[in-house]
């Protein structure tokens, strides 16, 4: 059975075993849910029948797991657990059945907390997750966290001694939920976290992220926060420097910063033309420490630009070389994006910075096999029609029915980010194991599906995505890249992050 973390009722997490409540899934999950950071830990645990341990034994060893593992409060429900209530050291409440917790225990107690739900089926847990639960419409994306940790293991293995590692959580992690994306990332002590605005930053410090951040889009507006959440901006440029150096001198306090070069994206960055100016503001400014200087590769992924790739490193390192020389510093640089980690190991330097990589895909296609995808989007039929041969399907009528069809409504539009650019045959997802084109033009809150010759019923589940058809290939049929479909999915679509 599978652990899933998802959002609940009142601000808080679930983390939903519902089925199952052996020793040693019951051990890993009282573990997982110690390694979420901040708020309240709360457990809701039924009697324990899976187990040849002397009934006190037992449950003595549960108070010592919840102690050793820093959990708040539990709630036991079942016989046994009031037969050994006067065992439980922590802040505990007992119920006979889970029809008396569900009768009796407002649900209004339950806020900011992370509450893991782990029961015997026969006590029918499930009702309790659904009680709990936030309610959201029927699609959901699930993150699979064991695939997160194996993408970040393979690309940790590539890394030189002593190359540091930053993994992009910027755009709420790809799509995936930046929170629960950086915590695992915590755990597994990478160096760095990196977010395009701060806010984003700001977010994951108040859910209790302490690895450093940089931000890569820091307006002046924003830096009051970058100094109150301990966050740290990239400069770009000397107007951006100058109103940092403002605001740091009036509230008398030092900053960390990360220099960006443009060695050839022509996006952000500094160029060698202001390499005099920049360094004396710096000299006269000891309270601007800089941590690292590094620079965007615009073609890794490609070998037609390998000449490209290596003048933009060879220009990056000669404006790096004099910053650091003209300031008397060594800083952490570095260059590489997820295509270079693979196709230029040579370009480490200091720190490679991961990003679409950890998600499961790789730009380049040489090591594929090797990653996992991690989300899958699914939803549901809401209802099924039968449609005569000529009939039209959705708005504009450009669906039509080359035979007697069936027609499955299914509960994803376009303001999930499901595109319209997936109409009418575009793509065709999974309903009971077999592919259904999409028929007719997407719509905002749903869209239908040729169910034709398969075995279907309402409220069956549809693949949107995932093992099959896989992000590529939806990204392929509308010629976008597996990045716009991600981030595109909208946050009224339901996150589950679980583990096997």
């Not at 739900?117 to 966290?145: A, Q």
């Amino acid at each position: 059975m599978r652990l899933g973390l998802k959002k609940g009722i009142n601000n808080c997490y679930l983390i939903d075993g519902s089925f199952n409540n052996d020793l040693s899934g019951l051990q890993r999950a009282i573990e997982f849910l110690k390694n979420q950071p901040g708020q309240t830990k709360c457990v809701i645990l039924s009697d324990i029948h899976q187990s040849d341990i002397e009934e006190k034994e037992l449950y003595r060893w549960l108070n010592e797991i919840l102690v050793e593992n820093q959990i708040d409060t539990m709630i036991g429900i079942g016989e046994e657990m009031i037969r050994n209530a006067s065992l439980f050291s922590i802040e505990s409440e007992f119920f006979k059945t889970t029809n008396q917790f569900l009768n009796e225990k407002l649900t209004e107690n339950f806020k900011n907390e992370i509450i893991l739900i782990k029961g015997t089926r026969s006590f029918g847990f499930e009702r309790i997750s659904n009680v709990l639960s936030e309610k959201t419409h029927r699609t959901v994306l699930e993150i699979n966290m064991d695939a997160v940790t194996h993408n970040l293991s393979f690309y940790k293995s590539k890394l030189k001694d002593g190359v540091k590692l930053m993994v992009m959580v910027k755009a709420a992690a790809y799509g995936s939920s930046g929170f629960e994306i950086a915590n695992l990332l915590q755990i597994n002590q990478v160096d760095y976290l990196a977010v395009a605005f701060v806010d984003e930053g700001v977010e994951l410090r108040k859910h209790g992220i302490e690895t450093p951040i940089m931000v890569m889009n820091v307006a002046p507006e924003s830096f009051s926060n970058i100094l109150k959440y301990n966050l740290e901006p990239e400069v770009y440029s000397l107007g951006q420097l100058k109103q940092l150096i403002d605001f740091i001198n009036n509230e008398e306090k030092g900053i960390k910063i990360h220099i960006e070069i443009d060695s050839g994206m022509r996006r952000l960055g500094f160029e060698e033309k202001h390499y005099d100016e920049l360094t004396t503001i710096l000299k006269e400014n000891p309270s601007i420490q800089v941590v690292s200087i590094y620079s965007h590769l615009a073609g890794a992924d490609e070998e037609k630009h390998n000449d490209f790739t290596k003048a933009q490193v060879e220009q990056f390192l000669l404006l790096a070389d004099k910053i650091e020389k003209a300031l008397k510093i060594h800083t952490i640089r570095h260059i590489l994006n997820s295509a270079g980690i693979i196709r230029f190991p040579e370009f480490q330097l200091d720190m490679i910075r991961l990003g679409i990589g950890l998600y499961g895909f790789e730009a380049c296609q040489l090591v594929q096999d090797e990653l996992r995808p991690i989300s899958t989007l699914k939803t549901v039929i809401s209802q099924i029609k039968n449609v005569k041969k000529g009939e039209t399907i959705g708005y504009s009528r450009v669906g039509v029915a080359t035979q007697d069809a069936r027609i499955a409504t299914i509960d994803i539009g376009y303001a999930d980010g499901f595109l319209r650019a997936f109409s009418n045959g575009k793509i065709s997802l999974l309903v009971n194991g077999k592919p259904a084109p999409v028929i007719g033009n997407i719509c905002m809150d749903m869209c239908m599906l040729d169910i034709t010759g398969i075995e279907a019923n309402e409220g069956d589940e549809v693949i949107v995505f995932g093992k099959n058809p896989s992000i590529k290939e939806l990204a392929d049929a509308i010629d976008t890249i597996p990045y716009e479909i991600l981030t595109n999915i909208s946050s009224r679509v339901t996150r589950v992050f679980y583990t096997n």
